[in-house]
């Protein structure tokens, strides 16, 4: 019931549309365009603004027959040759510049005889003096007082400081000694002789 009567008051006001456009008002027309509105979105044979089926997706769209032909695969060898390939900046370098002669066949001569080789010199080979050993219990003056040095089972240099603090001492066998701390303090002071 109520589609009929808004389909009555559509027509109503589609006839009422040449009799608003002639009367004065002080307010815009409601009704101003209307049957364009409907004509543009009712009909459908008469839509000016329809696509027109120009083209194959648009047929397909709207259902009709297209012809087209099948796709088929290109006949023979489509790709391109391989490139030239390019020479090499040994190859640029070994050959002879643009425009000079080849070099001229060698002659064949008798075998020379084979030059003698000398022996490759020998640099002297420096002797590093054995490491000195260091007894336990030796002492090291260092900025924080006397450090004694014991050495572990395997080899490795440990020392004391009065404080209590241990750390590790390497020798470097150039009269001096390093001692690394348990914090990361590095010091480096004369090796005991």
């Not at 808004?6 to 027309?29: F, Q, R």
């Not at 027109?52 to 709207?62: L, T």
């Not at 007894?135 to 003056?141: P, Q, R």
């Not at 440990?158 to 066998?173: D, H, K, M, Q, V």
Request: charged residues 15%; contains cysteine; neutral net charge.
């Amino acid at each position: 019931m109520r589609l009929l009567a808004s389909l009555g008051l559509l027509v109503l006001l589609t006839a009422c549309e040449s009799v608003i456009d002639t009367a004065p008002t002080l307010i815009g027309n409601p009704a101003d365009g209307l049957l364009g509105v409907i004509g543009d979105t009712i009909t459908f044979k008469s839509n000016p603004n329809r696509p027109q089926p120009e083209s194959d997706n648009i047929r397909r769209v709207m259902g009709q027959p297209v012809d087209a032909e099948p796709l088929t695969s290109e006949t023979g060898n489509i790709w391109p040759a391989m490139p030239r390939r390019e020479p090499t900046a040994m190859e640029l370098e070994k050959a002879p510049p643009a425009g000079a002669k080849p070099p001229a066949k060698p002659v064949a001569m008798a075998p020379a005889a084979p030059a003698p080789v000398a022996a490759p010199a020998v640099a002297p080979v420096a002797t590093i003096a054995p490491a000195t050993t260091i007894a336990n219990g030796a002492s090291l003056a260092t900025p924080n007082g006397n450090a004694i040095l014991t050495t572990g089972a395997n080899g490795v240099l440990t020392y004391t400081l009065p404080n209590g603090s241990t750390g590790r001492a390497i020798n470097n066998g150039n009269g001096t000694m390093t001692l690394i701390g348990a914090d990361g303090q590095v010091m480096s002071v004369p090796a005991p002789k």
